[in-house]
């Protein structure tokens, strides 16, 4: 068996794809959870040695794993990789670090005042509820295989193919505004970078906020996008006129702006992109 460290992804997404190219980078084996077949080859074209989700195939594959990302969404009976491995935890090889993907929305509404990791959660939407249950429930089970944990609250995810030029020119942006409105971001290269950078450092088990320098409206994004490429931007549209989905509404129920300055202290991050500003011309040149 080799002695190369070897990262084990639950839910291997947009972000966790992003962490798993530095893990190879280095050296190290990165395997990958699937539920559906379809997505068995997409993991193999990325190097990522595809898993099945079930216990059988879990446990198995779990063996001589050191690193373990939990990047799979809580859902309404909590957390999907801890109700198939919980029956088997006390037969696991411990691995060194978990680190575990949430969100700050476990912050609940702070009517637009900062947040930091030191900031009871109090989530008022159920999924913020339910990350909160998740994040607990990994801390248990950290403490139980004595291995370290890291919880990644992160605020809004954006990068190559998921961003406001994109959504322009597939038509599909819009500029909804709710005034006092600002939302914290955080690109997915500086997700990556401060993940593996947990990883490799010996730091406190704890949480760390990953967000950017620079809240901003939403409808500013959009606006300063399409100034940039040199398009008509969409029209403002008052939140309470918007034709939108339940889900993409509940975005706007809540607003805190997400202090970073932990994962700069004790991670020694310097952000790639500390503002959207910063990122536009890269995501102009790739989406293009």
Known sequence: ???????????????????AKKAQDAGWTVSGTYRNPDKVEELKALSIAPVAFNADDLKSALEGV???????????????VLRL??????????????????STNVYG???????DEDTPPAPSLDRGKRRVEA???????????????????????????????????????RRIVKPGQKFSRIHVADIAQTVWAAMNRACPTGIFN??????????????EAATAMGIT????????????????RSFYAESKLVRNDRIKKDLGINLIYPSFSDALPDLIKSEK
Request: net charge negative.
């Open 210 to 223: 990953l967000a950017d320098d620079t809240p901003c409206a939403p409808q500013d994004v959009i606006l």
């Open 66 to 80: 050191t690193h373990w990302l939990v990047s799979t969404a809580p859902d309404a009976e909590g957390d999907p």
């Open 109 to 115: 509404d702070h009517g637009g005042a900062w947040v």
């Open 233 to 248: 931007p969409p029209p403002e549209i008052p939140l309470e006129q918007a034709d939108m989905s339940p889900m993409a």
């Open 85 to 102: 491995l919980k029956n088997h935890l006390g037969q696991l090889n411990a691995p060194k670090w978990i680190g575990y993907l949430s």
């Open 135 to 173: 994040e607990n429930s990994w801390r248990q089970v950290a403490d139980t295989l004595g291995a370290s944990l890291h919880i990644f609250r992160l605020a809004g995810i954006y990068g190559p193919g998921r961003n406001a030029v994109r959504s322009l020119l597939d038509g599909k942006a």
């Open 1 to 19: 068996m080799s002695n190369n460290p070897h990262l084990m992804i639950f839910g291997p997404g947009f972000s966790a794809r992003a962490i």
